[in-house]
Each structure stands twice: as structure tokens, then as C-alpha cells.
């Protein structure tokens, strides 16, 4: 793996436990408007819950592309996991949201594991192990 790689590969994979798991309760709208960094405590469907969780979506999977560019360096991977993120972001977020919104606070809980599946690049990871069996058959003149 080359340099450039590896340098990619850190920054993705970094960029992913940051925006996952340390800043996953910051208000990114706010960091992005003041510079400030504090705790978001408006309710899950406001305007600004919202645009939080699109902000940190595009973050980590626009890291898990990085990580996908990092091990193949093939555009056409990279397009794929594009398309699955924008799929993401299009139709499992607003379903997400549109669930919080229907469902009784007491099924909310159902909700937490498309949350874990939309939030966390975990659809551009399961696309790895597809994408590097897809790599190890393909005949050596078409890497």
C-alpha cells in the first residue's frame, strides 16, 4: 500500500471514530456557525436535530469513502459507495425520522437500530468485503 494510501486510509478511519463515537452529541450546526463546541439539547425532531444528523452522516461516510479510496483506489468503488451513502441520506434517514415522528415514544426503541444501521458507515463497510471479493476475482489487466 502506498504512502498516500495509508496517509488516506488513517485520516478516513480517524474521521469516523471522531464524528461516530466522540462528537456524536455535539451540535455540528453550531460548531459550523460559532466555532463553538457544545452539547446538543434540542429535541430529536427540531429543525437543527436534523440538519446535526445530516451534517454528521455526510461526515462519516464521506470518511468511509475514503477508507473505500484508500484499499482499491478504483473511482468506480468509490462511485458505488456514492451512490449506497446518497441512498442512505435519501431514503433510511427520513425514514428514520419519519418513524420518530409516527411511532409512540414507547417504540422508539425499534428505531435505534436503523439509527445505528443510517448513522454509523455501517452499509459502506459491509461494502468492503464485497467490493475486495470483487477485486480478487477480477483478471489482473482490469485493476
Known amino acids: 500500500m502506498k504512502k498516500l494510501s495509508r496517509g488516506i486510509l488513517f485520516l478516513a478511519m480517524g474521521?469516523?471514530?471522531v464524528a461516530s463515537y466522540h462528537y456524536r452529541d455535539l451540535s455540528w450546526t453550531q460548531l459550523l456557525t460559532s466555532g463553538q463546541a457544545v452539547a446538543a439539547t434540542e429535541s430529536a425532531l427540531s429543525s437543527s436535530a436534523i440538519l446535526n444528523k445530516v451534517l454528521r452522516y455526510l461526515v462519516n461516510d464521506m470518511a468511509a469513502l475514503g477508507i473505500i479510496y484508500a484499499l482499491f483506489a478504483k473511482t468506480s468503488y468509490v462511485r458505488l459507495g456514492w451512490w449506497i451513502m446518497w441512498f442512505g441520506l435519501g431514503f433510511l434517514l427520513p425514514l428514520y425520522?419519519?418513524?420518530?415522528?409516527?411511532l409512540p415514544p414507547s417504540q422508539h426503541i425499534a428505531l435505534s437500530y436503523l439509527h445505528r444501521l443510517v448513522m454509523n458507515p455501517v452499509l459502506l463497510m459491509l461494502l468492503i468485503p464485497a467490493l475486495y471479493y470483487q477485486h480478487s476475482i477480477a483478471p489482473k489487466s482490469t485493476r
Open 15 to 17: 474521521g469516523i471514530l
Open 97 to 102: 425520522y419519519m418513524g420518530l415522528w409516527l
